[in-house]
Each structure stands twice: as structure tokens, then as C-alpha cells.
């Protein structure tokens, strides 16, 4: 049994999870191929990880993070996981990169998007998404430069999916600043917990308007019902996608064994090739 843990949460969608065990599935076996020892599958909760007595530490001792064991078995605390000395490979986004999770990971890739509207390479943006009233959407700018509607979203309910997502809220908030205005233009904004909430929210009136990350939106057009209930209004301006991470000790031979083995999966199967980093 392997004693580190992986996971590829950030799109992991019930109705999309055999997609996500069957790419884990790939990696593995061309990183075992490599003499890597990745775990058979990933992990979807706290209770998957392993526990860290006394809670997770950074370099210089200081706590940073609870032990495991001591949250709710069920649930999943995306932060959690990123902090791990156990992780082999996840996926996070730069919101919280930025926001204080870079000094305790490293970067093994960028994802492509080149199969997402909104998505070029490892660039990736965000829909926003009003409700429909019978006409088109808008389609993403060919320049990548954000299309931000300004008369449209004032004075409307916003709402994002977390305080730290680069796609639901940080990105918005610099394409706003970029054209001289900010947040305040909503006339309320809540937090939804998720991307597939939001739009749900959107859908059923509680709320006008959100950004939702190009992907996201793909996998919400194939399995939320509510996603038909609204349109395309705007796009955020393209930035770097959702990383691949390991922990901060992970060694830089076994970084460089998977790096070769995702450009080589990659290259070998109908998704887009990635960004590698380092």
C-alpha cells in the first residue's frame, strides 16, 4: 500500500468521476512505471488522509494545519489535502497559491484548456452567467482579454463559490479594478461553496449573476439541469489554470520522474497536452 495519497478534486464532478478515476489511472501506472510508489486510487476525504499527530507543521515547526484525524471523516477539506506531506499529486488553484499555499507545494504542471471555451493552452477563464432570456451567449473573446458587461451586472446579486477562488471571485475582482471599477458595482454578493451551486443559484433567483471557470462550465452544460436555464454574458480575462502540486518535500527526482510521465500520458491520449513547470 502506498503511503502517499493523491486526488483531482478541483473537477471532480459526481457524474464525472469515472472520467477522473480513469485519468488518475493513466498517471499512476506511467508513474509506478517510473519506480514512483503512487497510491491505486485518489481520495475524496478527510478520513482517506493519512492522520499527522500533532497536525501538520511547516519548515520552521510552525502548525498550519489540524492533524487530519481530527475533522470530519466525510467531508473534504481541499486545504487539507494541499497541506499534506503526503501528497503525491493534486491539483489546486492559484487563489490560495497566491494566498499563502505556494511555500508548502510544488508546481509539477499546468493543465491545458485548449478543449474549453474560454481556455487557450494553460490559460484558462470564467463565464459569467446570468439567467436566459432567449438570447444568445456571448462567445469568449478570440484575445483572451476579458468582455465584462458592466451596464448588465450593475446593480445585480452576485455570488461566487469561495473567498479564494481565482475563478469565482479574485479574477473578476481584477478585471472590475482594470476598467475602473470594483466589487461595489453588485448591490449584494454571497459565497455558494461551489461553482455547481452557484449556478443553481443563478438558476432559481437568488441570486443574478456569477463566474464560473471555463471547465466548470463545460461539465455543467453535460450534467446540471440548471446550467439550461442560463446564458453567457461575459468572460473574465484568461490567466493561468488550476496547477498540478505535490508536497513540499516531495524530492526534485521524483518531480522530474512525473513530469515526464503526465507529458507522456499526455501526449499519448486524446487530451490536450500540458504545461510543464520547472
Not at 74 to 93: I, M, N, R, V, Y
Not at 167 to 175: K, N, V
Not at 214 to 230: D, H, I, T, V, Y
Request: net charge negative; aromatic share 8%; charged share 20%.
Amino acid at each position: 500500500m502506498s503511503k502517499f495519497v493523491a486526488a483531482l478534486p478541483m473537477y471532480d464532478w459526481p457524474e464525472a468521476r469515472g472520467e477522473v478515476d480513469a485519468q488518475w489511472a493513466r498517471l499512476r501506472d506511467a508513474f509506478r512505471q517510473r519506480g514512483i510508489d503512487a497510491p491505486e486510487a485518489v481520495v475524496r476525504s478527510n478520513g482517506e488522509l493519512p492522520p499527522v499527530p500533532g497536525g501538520i507543521l511547516d519548515d520552521a515547526g510552525k502548525p498550519i494545519a489540524p492533524d487530519p484525524a481530527t475533522l470530519p471523516p466525510d467531508e473534504f477539506d481541499f486545504h487539507q489535502l494541499w497541506l499534506s506531506p503526503a501528497l503525491l499529486f493534486g491539483q489546486t488553484c492559484w487563489g490560495p497559491m497566491e494566498l499563502g499555499l505556494a511555500p508548502h507545494v510544488q508546481v509539477i504542471a499546468q493543465p491545458s484548456y485548449d478543449a474549453f471555451e474560454g481556455g487557450q493552452g494553460e490559460l484558462y477563464s470564467s463565464a459569467l452567467v446570468m439567467a436566459a432570456d432567449g438570447g444568445p451567449s456571448l462567445a469568449s473573446p478570440a484575445d483572451g482579454k476579458a468582455a465584462v458587461p458592466l451596464d448588465l451586472i450593475r446593480g445585480k446579486r452576485f455570488t461566487f463559490n469561495n473567498p479564494d477562488s481565482m475563478s469565482g471571485l479574485i479574477g473578476l475582482t481584477r478585471d472590475l479594478e482594470a476598467m475602473g471599477a470594483s466589487l461595489d458595482i453588485f448591490a449584494s454578493r454571497s459565497e455558494s461553496g461551489g461553482h455547481r451551486s452557484s449556478i443553481v443559484a443563478v438558476a432559481e433567483g437568488r441570486a443574478d449573476v456569477a463566474a464560473i471557470d471555463c471547465e466548470s462550465w463545460a461539465l455543467a452544460q453535460r450534467f446540471e439541469p440548471a446550467a439550461k436555464g442560463l446564458k453567457v454574458v461575459g468572460w473574465t480575462a484568461r490567466r493561468k489554470g488550476l496547477p498540478y502540486i505535490t508536497a513540499r518535500t516531495t524530492p526534485e527526482k521524483v518531480i522530474a520522474a512525473m513530469r515526464d510521465a503526465v507529458a507522456a500520458v499526455e501526449s499519448g491520449s486524446e487530451q490536450p497536452l500540458v504545461q510543464l513547470v520547472g
